[in-house]
């Protein structure tokens, strides 16, 4: 049973557009969501996470967006820039603080130079 | 944030054998967890790595096949034993640091493949 899920396993998008990463969840008691990058060889680094008591959360060209009635989240990059190629990871947390996430199978990145 | 090194990065292992995978912290570190990514799949939490007593493993992991170690703040082991093909996966250590953000931070993971 697939809690949080990233239905697109890989995402190709042209170098200064918009990338577009999407994840569903079926536990409505997550409240708390983040997004990890994924390098080849290298552990999952933090990029953003959001709340449930918000809608958006912003940081630089990063953005996590957070509909709670569709249980859908999705983290907008722009401008794409080719160093953002990476698995995207989303994961979800039924508390902030237990640090217990549910991680999705992830969506590859690659933007085209 | 935190540095973090395991060792080893890879390795391939025969099948009934053990392995015991250390990760090393930069700084002190208020909790420490591995985790699980079998190929394909998302990355599972195995179980929290409580610093002087007994990890706290979740559902479907057993101590007797991952007895987990940590003897103080920077340093952990998991060790994932009689090992069969289906536990070819990468391991990951995690932390959250003493600031107690809201953040794990991960090591780079140790790739193991049993024949």
């Known amino acids: 049973d697939q809690q949080v899920k990233q239905n697109s396993p890989s995402l190709s998008v042209q170098e200064g557009r918009i990338s577009i990463l999407n994840c569903d969840y079926t536990?409505?008691?997550?409240?708390?969501f983040l997004w990890y990058k994924k390098y080849p060889a290298e552990g999952p680094t933090f990029l953003i996470s959001?709340?449930?008591?918000?809608d958006k959360n912003e940081d630089g060209r990063f953005t996590v967006f957070l509909n709670k009635s569709a249980k859908h989240l999705s983290l907008h990059i722009v401008p794409s820039q080719p160093g953002d190629s990476a698995v995207y990871f989303c994961?979800?947390?039924?508390?902030?603080?237990?640090?217990?996430?549910?991680f999705g199978t992830g969506t590859r990145l690659k933007v085209l130079a | 944030s935190a540095v973090i090194s395991q060792k080893p990065s890879r390795d391939i292992c025969q099948r009934g054998t053990s392995l015991t995978i250390q990760c090393q912290v930069d700084?002190?570190?208020?909790?420490m967890f591995w985790y699980r990514q079998q190929p394909g799949q998302s990355l599972t939490l195995i179980a929290t790595?409580?610093?002087?007593?007994?990890?706290?493993?979740e559902s479907g992991f057993v101590i007797d096949k991952f007895p987990i170690s940590r003897p103080n703040l920077t340093f952990s082991t998991l060790t994932v034993s009689n090992m069969s093909p289906e536990d070819s996966s990468i391991y990951l250590c995690?932390?959250?640091?003493?600031?107690?953000?809201?953040?794990?931070?991960f090591g780079p993971g140790t790739r193991l493949t049993v024949l």
């Open positions: 995690s932390v959250v640091g003493q600031l107690s953000t809201d953040t794990q931070y």
């Open positions: 536990n409505s008691m997550f409240d708390y």
């Open positions: 959001i709340s449930s008591i918000k």
């Open positions: 994961a979800a947390s039924v508390e902030s603080g237990t640090y217990k996430y549910i």
């Open positions: 700084s002190q570190v208020t909790m």
């Open positions: 790595a409580n610093q002087g007593s007994e990890a706290t493993y």
